[in-house]
């Protein structure tokens, strides 16, 4: 009878393990913004702004609650620097459509300056799956 019992036990026990281990969940989504010149080249400390598109913007969480107009601001406006590739790393805590602005100053030879810039629109998006990772990648030229 004991031995019936802790059969039943250790099935359960592993079942479970396994479930748990397997089970999905939700991914924030990281977006790897990769800045280039229109020859290739990467564009070292470019400055990347990040932002919620205002008319299509995905305005709530996962489960469909709505995400309050401040709170999305805050947490889904970014502004960074690009490294040495080029890139520069974000991650978001909601899904959305996303703005991106990439403005490099080039130094030239005879002490002035010039402004290039590039932009695009971008859609993350919170997923729920097994993997570790959630990452779009999106490649901004600046001219």
């Known amino acids: 009878m004991k031995r019936s019992q802790l059969h039943t036990l250790t099935i359960l026990f592993v079942s479970l ?18 800045a280039q010149g229109l020859n290739g080249t990467p ?19 996962n489960d469909g609650t ?3 107009r401040g709170d999305r601001d805050e947490t889904m406006d970014k502004t960074g620097v ?23 100053t080039l130094a030239t030879s005879d002490s002035t300056s010039s402004i290039l ?5 971008v859609k993350i998006e919170v ?3 097994k993997e570790e990772e959630n990452i779009f990648n999106e490649l901004v030229y600046v001219e």
């Open 17 to 34: 393990l396994i479930f748990t281990a397997c089970s999905k969940k939700d991914r924030e989504p990281t977006l790897i913004i990769t």
């Open 43 to 61: 564009v070292e400390g470019a400055t990347v702004h990040v932002w919620p598109t205002e008319d299509i913007a995905i305005d709530t969480t």
């Open 66 to 68: 709505p995400i309050p």
């Open 82 to 104: 690009t490294d040495a590739l080029g890139e520069i790393t974000f991650v978001f805590p909601f899904s959305a459509v996303l703005d991106v602005d990439v403005i490099y």
């Open 117 to 121: 810039e590039g932009h695009k629109v």
């Open 127 to 129: 997923i729920e799956q």
